[in-house]
């Protein structure tokens, strides 16, 4: 889950917090030899580091951190370490709908477009029909379309809006499939109904009453935090890397709280105890027993020979559910760039367990959680660890056969139909926002606003994208590919991307415009005028510093410099003017070039 200025007013409201709710109870034989076996199991995965907390009732009987925060200056991983929790962050965007419901007259049965008035989805079925427990259980139809915030993460009001243009890959209700704008619309009509944002929410309603003072909303605020954790990946197998923070601002109610194990831990006393905290309802009683209700079935979940204690998958509202061992199981997993989280409860044994790591795309949370969760409940020894790396073993093997057996269909020696400059320029998608082609040297890139990709060309004018952040890597196996189409003038005119998410078949369509060239009113003046083309007078002019060109009977077009005295109409792929200047730099006439051919006028 690829960003929140937080505007954090650390204000404890309520201070209740007697020491014994944050002992952690000694000599606990559960835990005998725990240490170790978490190291292992940090020394097997090549992992950084990982903290974890246990809460028996209201108490909390295991805290303790492992590894390093901070590998280069061996800093130690401790339970006041604090992560990232990616989609752990979701219980409280849910749980925040749940006590506005009451408040604010919230009914999750309506249509959602019901209290946004002016908000659209694809169709305007779907919006009349898609209610809010459709969004907070991920059956609206809609795929994850994940890739348009990675793309371009904008602010929270663009990226809403993006959403009317998302196509569904199923029909409502039909199938689960997660999606994380849902979760953004949930903050985003909090904050509406509320007056205020949806950090601020969060802090008031949520982290203050539960004293939740090492919690945040920004990695930027992290940053600055006494002891953050740096976050990690593996390469070359057994390499401890350390990655960037990925900022996702305008996605936060979907992912970006950062918090410690410690401060987790109250968040699960109130969940193990029905919503309430000591004596204090926070999230109401009715809600709570929504939320960890079955609203949509995941998948099958089938009992497995190996595992035939471990099965079913549904989700409520921000939790998965399914039954470990013959134990009900809350839980929800969270993942952003160089961390993995994992929160989970058990309502009728009153345990829950977090588990926050700072390695991407881990294993590692799923193993420690599962690891305690059968010596806290009591059950028989299962060695999560092993099974985990012969599983990964087996999916590496698979993939490397499934590599070789794969018939490429790359025609060689192909050559590209335009210069490598005529690709470059800003790709618009409605649903994806925006990126940029630029060239550097004799190659092409993607610039994303926290990313860039090489673009290295396939065949003719279809490219394949490659990371740079760790280098050129020529092996990577990557699905999408970039189609650059030429128009009718014989400009490229968009780029079809294609395998840009799994469960998306149709490639999406970005429009090619030129970059737009700074210009000082002096230049632009240059430009202004009248003239004539077949006896029709044609003006141009400056409105706001802003040229536009009027023909008589057709709406005045604005326009963009985009270089040599070129124009491009803004919105209106395709066409532009391009300006002829005499030897002392005044304009004497103007071309419109279009699809259909040039027309020329001259200055009066």
């Given at each position: 889950?690829?960003?929140?200025?937080?505007?954090?007013?650390?204000?404890?409201?309520?201070?209740?917090?007697?020491?014994?709710?944050?002992?952690?109870?000694?000599?606990?034989?559960?835990?005998?030899?725990?240490?170790?076996?978490?190291?292992?199991?940090?020394?097997?995965?090549?992992?950084?580091?990982?903290?974890?907390?246990?809460?028996?009732?209201?108490?909390?009987?295991?805290?303790?951190?492992?590894?390093?925060?901070?590998?280069?200056?061996?800093?130690?991983?401790?339970?006041?370490?604090?992560?990232?929790?990616?989609?752990?962050?979701?219980?409280?965007?849910?749980?925040?709908?749940?006590?506005?419901?009451?408040?604010?007259?919230?009914?999750?049965?309506?249509?959602f477009s019901n209290y946004l008035k002016d908000f659209k989805f694809y169709s305007n079925e779907l919006t009349q029909q898609i209610t809010l427990r459709d969004m907070m259980s991920h059956r609206t139809g809609l795929p994850r379309h994940d890739m348009s915030w990675i793309i371009d993460p904008n602010t929270r009001e663009n990226l809403t809006k993006r959403v009317e243009f998302m196509p569904p890959s199923a029909?409502?209700?039909?199938?689960?499939?997660?999606?994380?704008?849902?979760?953004?619309?949930?903050?985003?009509?909090?904050?509406?109904?509320?007056?205020?944002?949806?950090?601020?929410?969060?802090?008031?309603?949520?982290?203050?009453?539960?004293?939740?003072?090492?919690?945040?909303?920004?990695?930027?605020?992290?940053?600055?935090?006494?002891?953050?954790?740096?976050?990690?990946?593996?390469?070359?197998?057994?390499?401890?890397?350390?990655?960037?923070?990925?900022?996702?601002?305008?996605?936060?109610?979907?992912?970006?709280?950062?918090?410690?194990?410690?401060?987790?831990?109250?968040?699960?006393?109130?969940?193990?105890?029905?919503?309430?905290?000591?004596?204090?309802?926070?999230?109401?009683?009715?809600?709570?027993?929504?939320?960890?209700?079955?609203?949509?079935?995941?998948?099958?979940?089938?009992?497995?020979?190996?595992?035939?204690?471990?099965?079913?998958?549904?989700?409520?509202?921000?939790?998965?559910?399914?039954?470990?061992?013959?134990?009900?199981?809350?839980?929800?997993?969270?993942?952003?760039?160089?961390?993995?989280?994992?929160?989970?409860?058990?309502?009728?044994?009153?345990?829950?367990?977090?588990?926050?790591?700072?390695?991407?795309?881990?294993?590692?949370?799923?193993?420690?959680?599962?690891?305690?969760?059968?010596?806290?409940?009591?059950?028989?020894?299962?060695?999560?660890?092993?099974?985990?790396?012969?599983?990964?073993?087996?999916?590496?093997?698979?993939?490397?056969?499934?590599?070789?057996?794969?018939?490429?269909?790359?025609?060689?020696?192909?050559?590209?139909?335009?210069?490598?400059?005529?690709?470059?320029?800003?790709?618009?998608?409605?649903?994806?926002?925006?990126?940029?082609?630029?060239?550097?040297?004799?190659?092409?890139?993607?610039?994303?606003?926290?990313?860039?990709?090489?673009?290295?060309?396939?065949?003719?004018?279809?490219?394949?994208?490659?990371?740079?952040?760790?280098?050129?890597?020529?092996?990577?196996?990557?699905?999408?590919?970039?189609?650059?189409?030429?128009?009718?003038?014989?400009?490229?005119?968009?780029?079809?991307?294609?395998?840009?998410?799994?469960?998306?078949?149709?490639?999406?369509?970005?429009?090619?415009?030129?970059?737009?060239?700074?210009?000082?009113?002096?230049?632009?003046?240059?430009?202004?005028?009248?003239?004539?083309?077949?006896?029709?007078?044609?003006?141009?002019?400056?409105?706001?510093?802003?040229?536009?060109?009027?023909?008589?009977?057709?709406?005045?077009?604005?326009?963009?410099?985009?270089?040599?005295?070129?124009?491009?109409?803004?919105?209106?792929?395709?066409?532009?003017?391009?300006?002829?200047?005499?030897?002392?730099?005044?304009?004497?006439?103007?071309?419109?070039?279009?699809?259909?051919?040039?027309?020329?006028?001259?200055?009066?």
């Open positions: 889950m690829k960003k929140i200025l937080n505007s954090l007013l650390v204000i404890v409201t309520l201070f209740i917090f007697a020491s014994p709710l944050y002992a952690q109870v000694k000599n606990d034989k559960r835990f005998a030899g725990i240490e170790a076996e978490i190291n292992k199991i940090l020394k097997d995965h090549h992992a950084a580091g990982v903290a974890v907390a246990v809460v028996e009732k209201n108490k909390i009987i295991f805290s303790k951190g492992f590894g390093y925060r901070d590998v280069a200056n061996k800093l130690p991983a401790t339970d006041s370490t604090q992560f990232p929790i990616g989609s752990c962050t979701k219980a409280f965007t849910a749980s925040l709908i749940g006590m506005l419901q009451k408040e604010k007259g919230i009914d999750l049965d309506k249509p029909p409502l209700r039909q199938t689960w499939q997660y999606n994380n704008f849902m979760y953004l619309l949930q903050g985003v009509l909090a904050e509406k109904l509320t007056g205020t944002s949806w950090e601020s929410n969060i802090q008031h309603k949520i982290f203050s009453k539960l004293g939740m003072r090492s919690s945040n909303f920004s990695i930027k605020t992290m940053a600055n935090y006494n002891e953050p954790a740096f976050g990690y990946n593996v390469i070359k197998d057994s390499v401890i890397h350390k990655t960037p923070y990925y900022d996702i601002d305008g996605m936060g109610p979907a992912g970006s709280i950062n918090s410690t194990v410690i401060d987790m831990a109250q968040w699960l006393k109130v969940w193990i105890n029905g919503g309430k905290f000591d004596t204090l309802q926070i999230i109401p009683s009715s809600f709570v027993a929504d939320a960890i209700s079955s609203q949509m079935i995941m998948t099958a979940a089938l009992p497995s020979a190996e595992k035939p204690d471990v099965h079913f998958m549904n989700y409520g509202f921000g939790w998965m559910l399914s039954s470990y061992k013959g134990h009900y199981r809350a839980e929800h997993g969270g993942s952003i760039t160089g961390f993995t989280a994992s929160t989970c409860f058990f309502p009728t044994d009153s345990i829950g367990i977090v588990v926050l790591v700072n390695q991407d795309g881990s294993k590692v949370h799923s193993i420690v959680r599962n690891t305690i969760a059968d010596r806290v409940l009591g059950l028989k020894y299962f060695d999560w660890n092993t099974d985990a790396l012969n599983s990964t073993k087996k999916a590496k093997e698979f993939a490397e056969k499934a590599e070789k057996s794969t018939v490429s269909n790359q025609v060689l020696q192909t050559k590209t139909s335009h210069a490598l400059n005529n690709y470059t320029g800003a790709y618009t998608n409605s649903a994806y926002g925006k990126f940029e082609v630029i060239q550097k040297g004799d190659s092409l890139f993607v610039k994303l606003k926290d990313d860039k990709w090489w673009l290295g060309q396939f065949h003719y004018d279809i490219f394949r994208p490659y990371e740079t952040s760790e280098g050129i890597d020529s092996t990577e196996n990557n699905p999408i590919r970039f189609q650059f189409n030429t128009g009718l003038n014989g400009e490229i005119e968009s780029a079809t991307v294609f395998g840009l998410e799994a469960a998306i078949p149709a490639p999406v369509v970005f429009s090619r415009s030129n970059s737009a060239k700074e210009m000082t009113l002096d230049d632009l003046n240059k430009y202004t005028g009248a003239f004539l083309l077949a006896g029709t007078e044609i003006k141009t002019y400056l409105k706001e510093k802003v040229l536009y060109v009027f023909v008589p009977g057709q709406p005045e077009y604005e326009l963009v410099p985009v270089g040599d005295n070129k124009f491009d109409f803004v919105k209106i792929p395709g066409y532009a003017v391009q300006f002829e200047m005499n030897e002392k730099g005044i304009t004497r006439s103007l071309t419109f070039k279009q699809p259909n051919g040039n027309f020329k006028a001259t200055k009066k």
